[in-house]
């Protein structure tokens, strides 16, 4: 099964320029953490801060243990991303006296002079032996390629093979203009798996309105890891849904997972059920009647969690394959004391 690493508060830090409170930073680790994901990025390692953006632009190692000290846990390992030409190894203190576990190295731009027909073979190798620096202080390393539907054939092997002396523990492919379907983004994996024998991720962008299907597909296919987000929150168009992937794997008899959490931090920090897809995505997990769904959005006003229990006692009755209002009433003013109806 593919490992999972949550990006909502480094790619969503492009929302709110990563000017994230300390309370919705450990909600989003401890959600990734009771959900039993592998990895939670917290946001950027850079040599200088920026005064126009939050401190999760340049994720300190003192502002990291200052914010998740009394709840990190190696169950769900701190990430951090690194831009080639951003930061320097200096930037990084030994994995033993760090709370940090992974370190992404993004190669953002792999061309010269803004042309891609001219691949940086300099700074693939630039990006290798900063790989091996890394992991000599004992991170776990990705490195992630960056508009990487730009590259031809030729250079995705060129890169595979340049990269593969340092042994990442994972090359990503990052869908950074929100370019791939299904059909490109096999091609690239076949591509790269016909030279790189190491383990690939896969980062997906929701510009075509397919992120999370084609991270799903992306899994299937041979990816060891993929990110996502919660609520899809990211740069421009978002991510792959954290939810909507956990529910696939749910509906797959993968039952490491448990979304209630990730639902929970969306609720809060992003989104409200009654303005987006959740209670629909759970009524399609449980192949049950729409119908629910809308009247508890329409016709009720409970919490977030009493709908996620109501939902889940009419699958239990077994009333979910046809409608029944008699029912959901029923179930409904019993978890809202009898005044939820609106």
């Not at 693939?124 to 031809?152: A, C, F, P, Q, W």
């Not at 002396?165 to 492919?173: D, V």
């Not at 792959?240 to 794997?249: C, G, N, Q, S």
């Not at 995505?281 to 329409?298: D, K, P, R, W």
Request: glycine letters at 8%; aromatic letters at 10%.
């Amino acid at each position: 099964m593919a490992m999972l690493l949550d990006c909502t508060l480094r790619d969503g830090g492009y929302t709110n320029n990563w000017a994230f409170a300390k309370e919705q930073v450990v909600d989003n680790y401890l959600a990734c953490l009771n959900a039993h994901i592998n990895f939670c990025e917290v946001g950027f390692r850079r040599s200088k801060p920026d005064p126009e953006f939050g401190i999760w632009y340049n994720s300190t190692e003192s502002i990291i243990q200052e914010t998740l000290g009394d709840v990190a846990n190696d169950s769900c390992k701190i990430a951090i991303m690194a831009q080639m030409g951003t930061f320097t190894i200096d930037d990084f203190i030994p994995k033993s006296e760090s709370l940090v576990s992974m370190v992404r190295v993004l190669i953002a731009y792999h061309c010269k002079d803004k042309d891609d027909s001219k691949l940086d073979v300099e700074l693939l190798h630039e990006t290798s032996e900063m790989v091996t620096k890394l992991k000599n202080l004992g991170y776990i390393v990705t490195v992630n390629i960056g508009r990487i539907d730009k590259l031809s054939d030729d250079q995705i092997v060129q890169s595979c093979q340049a990269l593969a002396p340092c042994a990442p523990e994972y090359l990503y492919i990052a869908d950074t203009y929100g370019n791939l379907g299904i059909v490109k983004m096999q091609h690239i994996l076949s591509t790269m798996k016909s030279v790189y024998t190491g383990k690939i991720g896969f980062h997906a962008h929701d510009n075509l309105l397919n992120a999370s299907v084609k991270t799903i597909d992306a899994m299937y296919n041979g990816c060891d890891i993929v990110d996502t987000t919660i609520g899809g929150l990211g740069r421009g168009s978002g991510n792959a849904k954290t939810e909507l992937v956990i529910a696939h794997f749910l509906m797959s008899g993968k039952t490491t997972y448990d979304i209630f959490p990730v639902l929970e931090y969306g609720e809060k920090w992003v989104n409200t059920y009654k303005q987006n897809h959740v209670l629909y995505f759970i009524t399609g997990m449980h192949s049950m009647h729409v119908n629910y769904a809308i009247h508890l959005i329409e016709k009720y006003s409970l919490t977030l969690k009493q709908c996620y229990d109501v939902l889940l006692e009419v699958v239990q009755l077994g009333k979910h394959h046809f409608f029944d209002a008699t029912v959901l009433r029923s179930l409904c003013d019993r978890q809202g004391a009898g005044l939820g109806k609106i």
